[in-house]
């Protein structure tokens, strides 16, 4: 089970940090991601931290979000610096078994709303 926490509203230019928590299992053996979604649109990935301690990030979000994770705690964390606007959206975590071709579970969705 996935517990996200930590949105809410921000100013442009302003930060935020994203956690999700895992329970009932190991986060070492999966890939952790956030994503995020807008109403009607399709949700996409916004950053990965793989089982393996490598890292992706979309490029809209490259060099102000850092995604990182704490493997004692089983807690995943989103840092996201010089907030915009269009970053206003649900972000989900999720978490996909090293053996799966798919995330499999999801958190609950946080709100973050970047006013301008």
């Known amino acids: 089970q996935l517990q996200a926490s930590g949105g809410g509203l921000v100013q442009a230019g302003g930060s935020l940090r994203l956690s999700c928590a895992a329970s009932?299992?190991?986060?070492?053996?999966?890939?952790m991601g956030w994503f995020r979604q807008l109403p009607g649109e399709e949700r996409e990935s916004v950053a990965v931290t793989r089982w393996s301690n490598s890292t992706y990030y979309a490029d809209s979000v490259a060099g102000r979000f850092t995604i990182s994770r704490d493997n004692t705690k089983n807690t995943v964390y989103l840092q996201m610096n010089n907030l915009k606007p269009e970053d206003t959206a649900v972000y989900y975590c999720?978490?996909?078994?090293?053996?799966?071709?798919?995330?499999?579970?999801w958190g609950q969705g946080t709100q973050v709303t970047v006013s301008s």
């Open positions: 999720a978490a996909r078994p090293v053996v799966a071709n798919k995330y499999v579970y």
């Open positions: 009932g299992r190991t986060s070492t053996s999966y890939d």
